[in-house]
């Protein structure tokens, strides 16, 4: 499972997100372009898309910081989990994104389902385990990658 640490806060790792959804776009058409917005990947399809949109409350000092920044009342997120295969390679992974948008990220690696739960942050673990409860099935093992 892809993740990276942001470069605001280098100890928060997260599987990549935050973006919203523009005016009439699709979710699933704006997790593509979110996905190479903030990796500069192309060469991926969708494996699953979760039933549920899933919740989380920001903390009382992540709502500070995000209300001082943006000058609005920030709650939470409600997200729309998609699942992605990577068809192309690692190198065409790029923290800088596209170009299109400010860069989020400053290191990636791939992981286990429960190292992505571990190096979360704590308001974000639950809805984490729920999307990968729900993408379990996909995420077996290649068997032809050696141990």
């Not at 000058?71 to 068809?87: M, S, V």
């Amino acid at each position: 499972i892809f993740s990276a640490s942001r470069i605001d806060i280098p100890t928060a790792w997260q599987m990549p997100q935050q973006g919203g959804i523009d005016p009439g776009e699709e979710p699933r058409a704006a997790a593509i372009r979110e996905l190479r917005e903030e990796t500069g990947v192309r060469s991926a399809e969708i494996v699953a898309e979760a039933p549920n949109w899933l919740t989380y409350d920001f903390p009382a000092d992540v709502k500070d910081k995000l209300n001082a920044r943006w000058g609005t009342n920030w709650k939470g997120q409600a997200q729309k989990w998609f699942l992605f295969r990577l068809t192309g390679g690692d190198d065409e992974i790029n923290l800088m994104g596209d170009g299109s948008e400010k860069p989020e990220f400053s290191e990636w690696a791939w992981m286990t389902p429960q190292q992505v739960i571990e190096k979360a942050v704590d308001f974000k673990k639950p809805v984490y385990e729920e999307t990968l409860k729900h993408f379990a099935p996909y995420l077996q093992s290649d068997p032809t990658a050696s141990s």
